[in-house]
C-alpha cells in the first residue's frame, strides 16, 4: 500500500511534537477511594506539525497544502509524518551529527551526481521483535552507550524506549511504547536519525486554512497514529 509523505521541504514544519497515549483500565478502589489504574499494552501516538509558513507571494506551498488535504479527503486518509527527535536521538558524538553522503562501493555517485545518505546513528533490532511484544532487544552499532528514552520507527511505526531492562555489551534490553505494530525482524536496521510516524488527520477539517490572503500565515495541523491500520495489517 501507497501512503502520502509530507512534502517536509516544501511544508517545512517548525516544531514536530509526538506525545504518548496510554491506555490504562481501571482495577477497582484503593484505601483512599481512589481508583487504581491498570497499565495495559495499548496505547497511541498523537503528532503536531506546528509553524508551518505558507502564502504570501510563495503560492505552491499553499496549492501543496490543497493538494495534500484532497488526497487525503479527512480522517480516512493516511500520510507519514516527521518527527524530530534531534533532542532525544543517541548520536555517538552526544551532539547533532548530520546524516553522511556516501557514493557506491567503487567511489561514483548516483547518475544525476547524488550520493546515498546514511545515517548518522547505526541501530539494529538484535531478535525478532513479534507483533504486541513490548519489550524489544537493541544492538548498538554506531550510537550513544545510553538507548534508554531514545525514538526509533521502523517501516513508519514509531516507537519510545523506557529504562533499561538488562544491559550486555553493545546489547540493550528495553520497554517500548507503544507495543510492537508489524514484526521487526532480527537485524533490521531501525531509523533513528529521523523517525517518522504513520497517522491519520486528527479531524476531518484540520487542515482548513484561510484562502485568498496575500498575508504570510503559519498553521499546524493534528494528527493521530494510524492503530486501525496496523491492526488490519496484523490480521490480513
Not at 188 to 197: V, Y
Request: with cysteine.
Amino acid at each position: 500500500m501507497s501512503f502520502l509523505y509530507w512534502p517536509t521541504c516544501t511544508l517545512n514544519p517548525r516544531e514536530t511534537p509526538a506525545n504518548l497515549v496510554p491506555f490504562t483500565r481501571g482495577g477497582g478502589k484503593v484505601l483512599n477511594g481512589m481508583e487504581r489504574a491498570t497499565r495495559t499494552d495499548k496505547g497511541s501516538w498523537v503528532v503536531e506539525l506546528q509553524g508551518i509558513s505558507i502564502g504570501g507571494l510563495d503560492y505552491g506551498k499553499k496549492r501543496t497544502w490543497n493538494a495534500l488535504r484532497v488526497g487525503l479527503g479527512g480522517r480516512a486518509g493516511l500520510i507519514v509524518v516527521p518527527v524530530r527527535s534531534w533532542d532525544t536521538a543517541p548520536y555517538a558524538s552526544g551532539k547533532f551529527e548530520r546524516k553522511i553522503m556516501l557514493p557506491h562501493d567503487d567511489g561514483t555517485p548516483f547518475d544525476d551526481g547524488t550520493l546515498y545518505s546514511q545515517g548518522a546513528i547505526d541501530i539494529v533490532m538484535e531478535e525478532t521483535a513479534t507483533i504486541s511484544a513490548n519489550i524489544v532487544t537493541l544492538r548498538r552499532v554506531q550510537a550513544a552507550d545510553n538507548l534508554a528514552g531514545i525514538r526509533f520507527s521502523y517501516q513508519h511505526a514509531l516507537y519510545e524506549t523506557g529504562p533499561a531492562i538488562d544491559v550486555d555489551g553493545d546489547l540493550w534490553t528495553l520497554p517500548i511504547f507503544p507495543s510492537i505494530r508489524a514484526t521487526i525482524p532480527a537485524g533490521a536496521p531501525l531509523e533513528c536519525d529521523e523517525p517518522t510516524c504513520l497517522v491519520h488527520l486528527a479531524d476531518d477539517r484540520g487542515m482548513d486554512i484561510a484562502q485568498g490572503k496575500r498575508e504570510r500565515q503559519e498553521v499546524s495541523v493534528a494528527f493521530v497514529e494510524a492503530v486501525d491500520y496496523w491492526n488490519d495489517l496484523a490480521g490480513a
